[in-house]
């Protein structure tokens, strides 16, 4: 999608604060599903996982201080698929689409696609998004793979080599970052901070392409008689002058205008202030 996130709005942009791993994508992801919910990602699990594991076990694994059992992971995995059929029954879904619709789920090859598949009322309603959010778990994990082998350089050959990524994710021209010397850097990297900023600014553009795409498919669904209008700029958080970085008492209200993700992290105290 031509002039997606940063490049479509025109302001000053800042990098997420915290350093690149290969897992952002689906951390950002997880903290926009803890705020949707209002819940902790373990006290999710663990409900659904019901007798399996209790939600210390559940953090236990988020903290990596234990190592889930593949056979207990399979069962909540299972177990979910499970509870999705039963509520979509519930709420009179035909068999055939209830089927469909969890198949679907069952297909997606990750955190970030599950979640993006989940936000459809029908299977296909978002295939833009679905499809986006896809790639996003597969380079991800590609990443990750070499990282957890400690190769640096073939983590960040594993971007240079993805076909689908274009000179906007890798640049923020508001903040003189090209493409250009992102690849350069990337190109060059021998340490994990090497692919510190390379790494942050594309997980930065493709979480802002990522919600440009659900604008224009939701408005498309949702508006087919209106002319097409994005809402994605309007919704940007903009920082609220009345907020002094270093301040320790802000409120959901203050929160709205810090720029996301940061609204969505702990330690709010903690960031500083961006013009949007």
Not at 223 to 238: D, I, K, Q
Not at 247 to 261: C, I, N, T
Request: aromatic share 8%; net charge negative.
């Amino acid at each position: 999608m031509a002039g997606f996130g940063v490049h479509a709005t025109g302001h000053a942009i800042c990098l997420p604060l915290f350093k690149f791993d290969s897992r952002m994508i689906s951390t950002l992801s997880l903290k926009v599903l803890q705020r949707m919910h209002d819940r902790t990602v373990a006290g999710m699990v663990a409900e659904v996982a019901a007798k399996s594991v209790g939600d210390r076990t559940v953090r236990n694994w988020l903290s990596k201080s234990t190592t889930p059992d593949p056979v207990v992971l399979e069962q909540i995995r299972l177990q979910g698929l499970e509870i999705l059929r039963e509520n979509l029954k519930n709420k009179d879904w035909p068999g055939a689409e209830r089927d469909a619709y969890v198949a679907g789920l069952d297909a997606t090859p990750g955190f970030v696609s599950g979640m993006a598949f989940s936000l459809q009322s029908a299977c296909d309603q978002y295939p833009a998004t679905v499809h986006l959010a896809g790639q996003m778990d597969l380079l991800e994990q590609a990443v990750a793979i070499h990282r957890q082998a400690g190769d640096v350089r073939s983590a960040a050959q594993a971007v240079l080599d993805v076909e689908w990524l274009r000179d906007e994710h890798l640049a923020i021209p508001q903040d003189g970052i090209s493409a250009d010397e992102m690849r350069l850097q990337l190109r060059e990297a021998v340490s994990w901070d090497g692919l510190d900023v390379p790494g942050r600014v594309l997980v930065l553009n493709l979480q802002f392409q990522l919600l440009a795409t659900l604008d224009f498919e939701f408005c498309a669904a949702h508006f087919p008689g209106l002319e097409p209008t994005p809402v994605f700029a309007s919704l940007l958080p903009r920082f609220n002058l009345r907020v002094r970085p270093g301040r320790k008492d802000l409120g959901s209200e203050d929160a709205r205008y810090l720029p996301l993700p940061y609204s969505a992290a702990p330690g709010r105290d903690r960031l500083f202030a961006c013009s949007l």
